[in-house]
């Protein structure tokens, strides 16, 4: 683990956490209050895994191939500005967190898709969808900031994305009569999972907060799985670990939907924890156990949830 760092955590949220994980709340605790490993992925239309590393290393920036994501490698230099390095400004890498990369994977997209992502920006899933269909198919990349589109822009010029059509709308209201083969939904959420990028990350965090954006998500998913074609898959995920914005939503997309159905996620080497199928007093749809939480303890990670749910 980490070295550890002064971090902001509200009372109120250690309250909600320890009744939540129990015995696992105090290596959760730690680990929120532990700096966050960084990680680069190679851009694979620009650069092979090996050239990359090669070019970092000559520079004196060691880095670890990680074990479980094919062209990502763990930064252990400290004190370096991989930002400023040319070979990040010529879209080369792209700095992003390891457990964030993981669900364009389980989403899978391919060459010969149609792909939507909802609330997009900045745009770094997009263009990790991009590189994993090799620059082919489409991809449509929806949000409502003005600000965080203009990153997700930057970040697809600098990594040589030519596949994507980025629409400047809210998410919410996004309509379309050409059904997506697939869809990412990354949804915005209280990012109690940046607490180990960001220290004072929880200085807004109150549990109105929660509730609020779990809103919001539920009318984000709804949209998203209305544009699903049938057979067609959504990935939705969050940086949040409270069961307001993740088993609640997809629970809520499963009761008012009888043809979505929560498909298994694998992922060999990296340790997930199953999604909860009750929560206080409240009990989910059976099948949210398929679902998967990230525990920032469990692979020196921020805290994730994904689900993937397939249209019949």
Aim: charged residues 25%; contains cysteine; positive net charge.
């Amino acid at each position: 683990m980490s070295k550890e760092v002064k971090t902001f955590i509200p009372k109120r949220f250690e309250e909600k956490y320890s009744d939540l994980l129990g015995e696992e709340f105090p290596a959760f605790l730690a680990a929120c209050k532990t700096k966050l490993p960084r990680s680069v992925r190679a851009n694979s239309l620009k650069i092979s895994p090996g050239d990359l590393q090669k070019r970092l290393e000559v520079q004196g920036i060691e880095l670890e191939p990680n074990l479980y994501l094919p062209g990502v490698f763990m930064v252990k230099t400290e004190n370096v500005q991989l930002g400023q390095l040319p070979e990040h400004q010529k879209g080369f890498f792209v700095v992003q967190e390891v457990s964030s990369m993981i669900p364009p994977i389980v989403l899978d997209p391919k060459p010969e898709e149609v792909v939507l992502d909802l609330a997009a920006a900045p745009g770094m899933k997009t263009c990790q969808m991009a590189e994993l269909m090799r620059n082919k198919g489409a991809i449509v990349a929806v949000d409502v900031a003005v600000e965080r589109l203009k990153a997700l822009w930057f970040n697809m010029n600098r990594m040589g994305i030519l596949n994507t059509l980025v629409v400047h709308r809210d998410s919410r209201r996004f309509y379309s009569q050409v059904g997506f083969d697939k869809v990412l939904l990354d949804a915005p959420c209280s990012t109690e999972g940046f607490v180990r990028k960001r220290p004072d990350a929880l200085k807004g965090w109150h549990p109105n907060l929660v509730l609020k954006k779990s809103h919001v998500q539920k009318q984000l998913i709804e949209r998203a799985f209305s544009v699903l074609k049938p057979g067609g898959v959504l990935v939705y995920s969050t940086c949040t670990l409270s069961p307001e914005e993740n088993e609640e939503v997809v629970d809520f997309l499963l009761r008012k939907n009888g043809n979505a159905q929560i498909e298994k996620i694998f992922f060999p080497g990296f340790k997930f924890r199953p999604g909860l199928v009750s929560y206080k007093n409240r009990r989910f749809h059976s099948s949210l156990d398929k679902t998967v939480r990230v525990l920032p303890q469990d692979n020196d990670s921020e805290a994730f949830f994904i689900a993937k749910i397939r249209k019949f």
